[in-house]
Each structure stands twice: as structure tokens, then as C-alpha cells.
């Protein structure tokens, strides 16, 4: 059974850059979207962008700017880097996965809250 | 603002029958499948329903979904006190190319 695992600093300073990725055990990296969502306190999810296996990738035009993601078959890994960060990027960060968006993103990593603040 | 739109919160008692409901665009909803999500309390979302319609494995058959035009519903029958939780639905987009979600809505049992 596929499980993730999102990993990285829970607190980031304001103009810093945050980190997290996303550990895949249980299956391969391989013929699936790999994905970020996020969920601001109390609020609701909102899309950061997916890879693919193959190393294409998709953002949100409203993060684009600011956001990479990248993959690492070799360790099962995939992360996250978002730059410039403010307060509004202080949130539940969440990875998951899809093979075809119709069919929804059927496995989530349990969620990293993730700070901004001096 | 969300993309979709959904009610922001909804009740019903145990037993009884609610319905949820997702508005959204000819670019998102009209022209895409709709997933659903069950977000429990401090918890990360899980995938109820997937293509309008479809149950995954293990999520009961009192959930249910449907889709018309550029509006969806998602349907929970004999509701159950641990149905309580937050319901998102979600849509690809294809003028933003994104996934959107609807802002998400509250289920009480009372």
C-alpha cells in the first residue's frame, strides 16, 4: 500500500524559501502525478502544483513565480521549494498523487504544517 | 474565493439524508469530472468520490455523486454521526490549467 510522508522545517523565515519533500514508500514514482496542495489555517485547499514522473511539471499561475517542484526517482522522492515566502504562505502543507485527475488523488501524505514568521 | 462554489456549512440529523452542492464554470465543472473529498477533523483529506460518480474501495454506498451541466452534488444518506467533517469538491480547470477545489463545506450531525 502507497503511503507519503511530507518532511521539512516547520518554522521559515519571512523572505526565506521553504523546503519540503515528499517520501513515497510502498509503490513506484513512476506513471502518476505527483502533487502539492496546501490549507492555510482554517481555511480551505488550494493547488501549488503537480510533477510528473517524467519531470514535467504544472503550478498555479498565482504561485508560479515563487514555486518549483522537482523529482528524484532514484530515492522516491519528490519536493517542494517555494521562495520569497510571507505570513500568507503559513499552511498545512499536503502531497499527493493521481494517475488521471478524473480518477482524484487517491493517496495523501498526512499533512506538514509549515510556519512563516521571524 | 474559491474557483467552485459550495454552501458553507450544512446539518442534518442521524438517519437523515443531505445533500451538498458545487457550482462552478463551462471551464472547470462543464467541460471536467468532479472528485469529492472528506477532510475529518486533523486530518488530511481522503477521496470519497472520484468521476462524478464513483465510490473507491471502501467508502460506503450511502455517499453518492452526480453532476449536470456546470453543477455537481455530493448525497449522504443515513447519515451518521461520523460522517461529521469538512466535504470539498474538485474540479481541472482548463482556462486556469489547475485543479480547483470549492471552499469547502462543514457537516454538522446534529
Known amino acids: 500500500q502507497v503511503q507519503l510522508q511530507e518532511s521539512g522545517p516547520g518554522l521559515v523565515k519571512p523572505s526565506e524559501t521553504l523546503s519540503l519533500i515528499c517520501t513515497v514508500s510502498?509503490?513506484?514514482?513512476?506513471?502518476?502525478?505527483w502533487t502539492w496542495i496546501r490549507q492555510p489555517p482554517g481555511k480551505g485547499l488550494e493547488w501549488i502544483g503537480y510533477?510528473?514522473?517524467?519531470?514535467?511539471?504544472n503550478y498555479n499561475p498565482s504561485l508560479k513565480s515563487r514555486v518549483t517542484i522537482s523529482v528524484d526517482t532514484s530515492k522516491n522522492q519528490f519536493s517542494l521549494k517555494l521562495s520569497s515566502v510571507t505570513a500568507a504562505d503559513t499552511a498545512v502543507y499536503y502531497c499527493?498523487?493521481?494517475?488521471?485527475?478524473?480518477?482524484?488523488?487517491?493517496?495523501w501524505g498526512q499533512g506538514t504544517t509549515v510556519t512563516v514568521s521571524s | 474565493q474559491s474557483v467552485l462554489t459550495q454552501p458553507p456549512s450544512a446539518s442534518g440529523t442521524p438517519g437523515q439524508r443531505v445533500t451538498i452542492s458545487c457550482s462552478g464554470s463551462?471551464?472547470?465543472?462543464?467541460?471536467?469530472?468532479v472528485n469529492w473529498y472528506q477532510q475529518l477533523p486533523g486530518t488530511a483529506p481522503k477521496l470519497l468520490i472520484s468521476?462524478?460518480?464513483q465510490r473507491p474501495s471502501g467508502v460506503p454506498d450511502r455517499f453518492s455523486g452526480s453532476k449536470s451541466g456546470t453543477s455537481a452534488s455530493l448525497a449522504i444518506s443515513g447519515l451518521q454521526s461520523e460522517d461529521e467533517a469538512d466535504y470539498y469538491c474538485?474540479?481541472?480547470?482548463?482556462?486556469?490549467?489547475?485543479?480547483?477545489f470549492g471552499g469547502g463545506t462543514k457537516l454538522t450531525v446534529l
Open positions: 463551462s471551464s472547470n465543472i462543464g467541460s471536467n469530472t
Open positions: 510533477i510528473y514522473y517524467s519531470g514535467s511539471t
Open positions: 468521476s462524478n460518480n
Open positions: 499527493a498523487r493521481y494517475k488521471n485527475y478524473s480518477y482524484g488523488l487517491d493517496v
Open positions: 474538485a474540479a481541472w480547470d482548463d482556462s486556469l490549467n489547475v485543479g480547483v
Open positions: 510502498g509503490g513506484s514514482i513512476s506513471s502518476y502525478h
